[in-house]
C-alpha cells in the first residue's frame, strides 16, 4: 500500500470506467477517488501484476487506503491528483450519467412536481373547455359574458393587489426602527464553521467573470471550507478561458457541465449540487457581490432555526440604481419585495417564492427536494413553494446581494417574460393536485399561493386590456354603448383598477425606506408605466408557455456604465413609525 505521489495529470483513458459504475458516482466523490486500468504507459511501460492504481486527492486518508487493500488483496498505487483533476475525471467518466440526472432525475422522482410536461390531460382538456364555453357565452349572450369576464377580471386583480398590501405591511410592521444598521452575526470562530458550497452558473459571460472571480473572493469565509464551483457549460470556451485568465483563488473550481437538453441554469446547478461537499450551499449569479459576512450570517441563522428551516433568502438589490428610469423602477420594486413582502410572508409562515440568487440551503434537504426543476424557467420560485408543500420552512437573513439593474427593455422584457412563464409553469404543476397541496400546506398557505403565484401573472396580463377599456370609456363612450354594459360595471372595473394600481404605487414608494434612498421615492409615481412592460412580458410569456415552454431566454450582463462605488449611499439608521 502506497501513499499517494504527486502525478501530471492522468489520462483519462486509463480510467477503469467499468469498475468505476460499479462503486457508483456518489460513493467516489465522497470518498475522493476513482479507479484506473493503469497509469500512463509511457511511464510505467512493465506493469506488475497484483497492484491496483487508483486516482485520487490528498485528502484520501490512510484508513480509506487500507480498506482499499483488504477489499482488492492487491498494493494500492496512488496517483495523487487535485480536486479539479479529480472532478474532471469523474465527469468524464460519468458524463452521460450526470447529464441525464441533471435534466431527468425529479421527472422520474415525480412527474408530477416536474414543468417537463407542460399541461397534464385533465388540465389541457379543462382549458380547452373553459375556452370553447366563453366563447359560446361570449357569441350567445355577449352582453351578460362580457360583463361577467370584467368582473371576474377586476376581482382578480383587486384580490391580488390586496394580498400583496396585506402582506407587505406586516413586513413592515417588523421593521419599525432601523433601515440601515443590521445586527452583527454571532462570533462564530474558524474552527466552528462548517463546509461550505457557493454554486455560481455563468454561460456567455465572460464580459464580467474577472469581475466574478473578485467579487466573491472577498466572502469572509475561511478559504479550507469553502468551495466555489464555476458551472461552465461544456460549449462556452469562452467563458472558460475567462475564468482561467483571471488567475481565481485556489478555492475556485471551473466544473463543466456535461452537454445536454434542456440547457438551462438550473441543470447546471444540479450538476453542482452532485457534486458539492459543503453542509451548506448557496447560488450566485455572475454579477453579484454578496455582504462578505453574508455566509456566516445564514451559518448563524441555521443554527438558531429548527430543522424545519432548509432555505434561506438574502435581500437583492441594484448598484446601478440611479442609471435611467428603468433601473430605478426595477431597484423601487426589489426593495418592495425583498424588505417588505418576503419578510411579511415569513412572518406570516406563507410559502416564500424563493429568488434566483442568494438562496443558502442545507445541502442535505435540497438533495431530499430532488434539487432544482430545469425544466422550470423560473426553479427558484418553483423550490421553494415545493419546500413549503412538503411541510420544511423558507426564511429570509438580514444581508444584501448587490446585483446589476436591466439598463436596456428589450433585455428586461426577456427577463421578465422568463420570470412570468416560469410562475405560469409553477401554477401549472401545483394545480395538478390542488387537493393534496391545500392539505399539505393548509388553507391560508394554499390561498397565498393562488393569490402570488397565480394571481402575479394574472395581474399583469389584466394590465393592458384594464388600461384599454378604461380609454375608451373615458375617451370614447359612444363605442361602450351598443354592448348594452351597466355603467355600474365599467365604474366599478375602473375603481378595482386604480385603487389596485393606487396601492401598488404606495408598495413601491415603501421601498426606499428600508435603504434610507428617499431621493427614489418619487420615482414610484410611474409605476403604472412600468407595469406597462410586464404586462408586454406576460403575453410573451404565455405565448411561449405554449410554443417553447423550456426554452431559457438569456438576460444580457455587464451592460451598465456603472461601477458599485456609484451606487447611492444609504442614510443613516433612524426610527421609522
Given at each position: 500500500?502506497?501513499?499517494?505521489?504527486?502525478a501530471e495529470?492522468?489520462?483519462p483513458?486509463?480510467?477503469d470506467?467499468?469498475?468505476?459504475?460499479q462503486l457508483?458516482?456518489?460513493?467516489?466523490?465522497?470518498?475522493?477517488w476513482?479507479p484506473l486500468l493503469?497509469?500512463?504507459e509511457?511511464?510505467?511501460?512493465?506493469?506488475?501484476?497484483?497492484v491496483?492504481?487508483?486516482?485520487?486527492?490528498a485528502?484520501?486518508t490512510?484508513?480509506r487506503?487500507h480498506?482499499?487493500?483488504?477489499?482488492?488483496?492487491?498494493?494500492?498505487?496512488?496517483?495523487?491528483?487535485?480536486?479539479?483533476?479529480?472532478?474532471?475525471l469523474?465527469l468524464?467518466a460519468?458524463?452521460e450519467?450526470?447529464?441525464?440526472?441533471?435534466?431527468?432525475a425529479l421527472?422520474?422522482?415525480?412527474?408530477?412536481a416536474?414543468a417537463r410536461?407542460?399541461?397534464t390531460r385533465?388540465?389541457?382538456?379543462?382549458?380547452i373547455?373553459?375556452?370553447?364555453?366563453?366563447?359560446v357565452?361570449l357569441?350567445?349572450w355577449?352582453?351578460?359574458a362580457?360583463?361577467t369576464l370584467i368582473?371576474?377580471?377586476?376581482?382578480?386583480?383587486?384580490c391580488?393587489?390586496?394580498?400583496?398590501?396585506a402582506?407587505?405591511t406586516?413586513?413592515a410592521?417588523s421593521?419599525i426602527t432601523?433601515f440601515?444598521?443590521?445586527?452583527?452575526?454571532?462570533?462564530?470562530?474558524?474552527?466552528d464553521?462548517?463546509?461550505?458550497t457557493?454554486?455560481?452558473?455563468?454561460?456567455r459571460e465572460?464580459?464580467?467573470v474577472?469581475?466574478?472571480?473578485?467579487?466573491?473572493?472577498?466572502?469572509d469565509?475561511?478559504?479550507?471550507?469553502?468551495?466555489?464551483?464555476?458551472?461552465?457549460?461544456?460549449?462556452?470556451d469562452?467563458?472558460?478561458n475567462?475564468v482561467?485568465?483571471s488567475n481565481p483563488p485556489?478555492?475556485?473550481?471551473?466544473?463543466?457541465v456535461?452537454?445536454?437538453?434542456p440547457r438551462?441554469k438550473?441543470?447546471?446547478?444540479n450538476?453542482?449540487?452532485?457534486?458539492a461537499?459543503?453542509?451548506?450551499?448557496?447560488?450566485y449569479?455572475?454579477?453579484?457581490t454578496?455582504?462578505?459576512?453574508?455566509?456566516?450570517?445564514a451559518v448563524?441563522a441555521f443554527?438558531q432555526?429548527?430543522?424545519?428551516?432548509v432555505?434561506l433568502q438574502a435581500a437583492?438589490?441594484?448598484?446601478?440604481?440611479?442609471?435611467?428610469m428603468?433601473?430605478?423602477m426595477f431597484?423601487?420594486?426589489?426593495n418592495y419585495?425583498f424588505?417588505?413582502m418576503?419578510?411579511?410572508l415569513?412572518?406570516a409562515?406563507?410559502p416564500?417564492?424563493l429568488?434566483?440568487?442568494s438562496?443558502h440551503f442545507?445541502?442535505?434537504?435540497?438533495?431530499?427536494?430532488g434539487g432544482?426543476d430545469?425544466h422550470n424557467v423560473?426553479?427558484?420560485?418553483?423550490l421553494?413553494i415545493?419546500?413549503?408543500a412538503?411541510?420544511?420552512?423558507v426564511g429570509?437573513?438580514?444581508s444584501?446581494?448587490?446585483?446589476?439593474?436591466?439598463?436596456s427593455?428589450?433585455?428586461?422584457?426577456r427577463?421578465r417574460?422568463?420570470w412570468?412563464?416560469?410562475?405560469m409553469q409553477t401554477v401549472?404543476?401545483h394545480?395538478?393536485?390542488?387537493a393534496a397541496?391545500m392539505k399539505e400546506?393548509?388553507p391560508?398557505?394554499?390561498?397565498?399561493f393562488l393569490?402570488?403565484?397565480?394571481?402575479?401573472?394574472?395581474?399583469?396580463l389584466l394590465?393592458?386590456?384594464?388600461m384599454a377599456?378604461?380609454?375608451?370609456?373615458?375617451?370614447?363612450?359612444?363605442?361602450?354603448?351598443?354592448?348594452d354594459l351597466?355603467?355600474w360595471l365599467?365604474?366599478?372595473?375602473?375603481?378595482?383598477?386604480?385603487?389596485?394600481s393606487?396601492?401598488?404605487v404606495?408598495?413601491?414608494?415603501?421601498?426606499?425606506y428600508?435603504r434610507g434612498?428617499?431621493?427614489?421615492?418619487?420615482?414610484?409615481l410611474?409605476?403604472p408605466?412600468?407595469?406597462?412592460?410586464h404586462?408586454?412580458?406576460?403575453?410573451?410569456?404565455l405565448?411561449?408557455?405554449l410554443?417553447?415552454p423550456h426554452y431559457?431566454?438569456?438576460?444580457?450582463?455587464?451592460?451598465?456604465q456603472?461601477?458599485?462605488a456609484?451606487?447611492?449611499?444609504?442614510q443613516?439608521?433612524?426610527?421609522?413609525s
Amino acid at each position: 500500500m502506497e501513499r499517494p505521489a504527486p502525478a501530471e495529470g492522468v489520462n483519462p483513458a486509463t480510467v477503469d470506467r467499468a469498475y468505476a459504475q460499479q462503486l457508483g458516482l456518489d460513493a467516489l466523490i465522497h470518498q475522493q477517488w476513482i479507479p484506473l486500468l493503469h497509469h500512463d504507459e509511457s511511464s510505467v511501460p512493465e506493469e506488475p501484476e497484483g497492484v491496483r492504481h487508483i486516482a485520487a486527492t490528498a485528502s484520501m486518508t490512510r484508513r480509506r487506503l487500507h480498506a482499499l487493500h483488504t477489499e482488492h488483496g492487491e498494493r494500492i498505487h496512488v496517483h495523487e491528483v487535485s480536486s479539479d483533476e479529480l472532478t474532471s475525471l469523474l465527469l468524464e467518466a460519468f458524463g452521460e450519467e450526470i447529464a441525464d440526472d441533471a435534466a431527468m432525475a425529479l421527472h422520474r422522482a415525480n412527474p408530477l412536481a416536474s414543468a417537463r410536461t407542460v399541461f397534464t390531460r385533465p388540465q389541457a382538456i379543462g382549458l380547452i373547455l373553459a375556452l370553447v364555453i366563453t366563447l359560446v357565452c361570449l357569441i350567445v349572450w355577449p352582453s351578460a359574458a362580457l360583463g361577467t369576464l370584467i368582473a371576474a377580471a377586476g376581482i382578480v386583480f383587486l384580490c391580488s393587489t390586496l394580498f400583496k398590501f396585506a402582506v407587505a405591511t406586516r413586513g413592515a410592521g417588523s421593521d419599525i426602527t432601523s433601515f440601515v444598521s443590521e445586527p452583527e452575526p454571532p462570533a462564530i470562530s474558524d474552527d466552528d464553521l462548517p463546509p461550505y458550497t457557493v454554486l455560481v452558473p455563468v454561460y456567455r459571460e465572460e464580459n464580467i467573470v474577472a469581475q466574478l472571480v473578485h467579487n466573491l473572493g472577498g466572502i469572509d469565509y475561511p478559504q479550507h471550507k469553502l468551495e466555489v464551483f464555476i458551472l461552465v457549460e461544456a460549449e462556452d470556451d469562452a467563458t472558460r478561458n475567462a475564468v482561467l485568465e483571471s488567475n481565481p483563488p485556489a478555492h475556485f473550481h471551473i466544473m463543466t457541465v456535461p452537454d445536454g437538453m434542456p440547457r438551462t441554469k438550473p441543470r447546471a446547478c444540479n450538476v453542482g449540487l452532485r457534486f458539492a461537499r459543503g453542509e451548506f450551499l448557496v447560488i450566485y449569479d455572475a454579477e453579484d457581490t454578496p455582504e462578505p459576512d453574508q455566509l456566516k450570517k445564514a451559518v448563524a441563522a441555521f443554527r438558531q432555526a429548527d430543522s424545519s428551516t432548509v432555505v434561506l433568502q438574502a435581500a437583492l438589490n441594484y448598484f446601478n440604481a440611479r442609471e435611467n428610469m428603468l433601473t430605478r423602477m426595477f431597484t423601487l420594486e426589489y426593495n418592495y419585495w425583498f424588505y417588505y413582502m418576503l419578510p411579511g410572508l415569513d412572518a406570516a409562515g406563507l410559502p416564500i417564492p424563493l429568488g434566483g440568487t442568494s438562496n443558502h440551503f442545507r445541502t442535505s434537504a435540497l438533495r431530499e427536494l430532488g434539487g432544482w426543476d430545469p425544466h422550470n424557467v423560473t426553479e427558484d420560485a418553483d423550490l421553494g413553494i415545493r419546500a413549503s408543500a412538503l411541510g420544511y420552512r423558507v426564511g429570509v437573513i438580514s444581508s444584501t446581494t448587490m446585483e446589476e439593474a436591466n439598463t436596456s427593455v428589450p433585455n428586461f422584457i426577456r427577463q421578465r417574460s422568463r420570470w412570468i412563464k416560469g410562475y405560469m409553469q409553477t401554477v401549472l404543476i401545483h394545480a395538478r393536485r390542488p387537493a393534496a397541496l391545500m392539505k399539505e400546506v393548509g388553507p391560508v398557505a394554499f390561498l397565498s399561493f393562488l393569490l402570488l403565484i397565480g394571481g402575479t401573472p394574472a395581474t399583469f396580463l389584466l394590465v393592458l386590456p384594464f388600461m384599454a377599456v378604461t380609454a375608451v370609456a373615458v375617451l370614447f363612450p359612444e363605442l361602450i354603448g351598443p354592448l348594452d354594459l351597466p355603467v355600474w360595471l365599467l365604474g366599478l372595473g375602473m375603481v378595482n383598477f386604480f385603487v389596485g394600481s393606487a396601492l401598488m404605487v404606495h408598495l413601491t414608494m415603501m421601498g426606499p425606506y428600508r435603504r434610507g434612498t428617499f431621493t427614489m421615492v418619487p420615482w414610484a409615481l410611474l409605476n403604472p408605466l412600468y407595469w406597462v412592460l410586464h404586462s408586454i412580458a406576460s403575453y410573451k410569456a404565455l405565448w411561449q408557455l405554449l410554443t417553447r415552454p423550456h426554452y431559457w431566454e438569456k438576460t444580457a450582463h455587464g451592460l451598465t456604465q456603472e461601477t458599485h462605488a456609484d451606487a447611492e449611499p444609504a442614510q443613516e439608521a433612524t426610527h421609522v413609525s
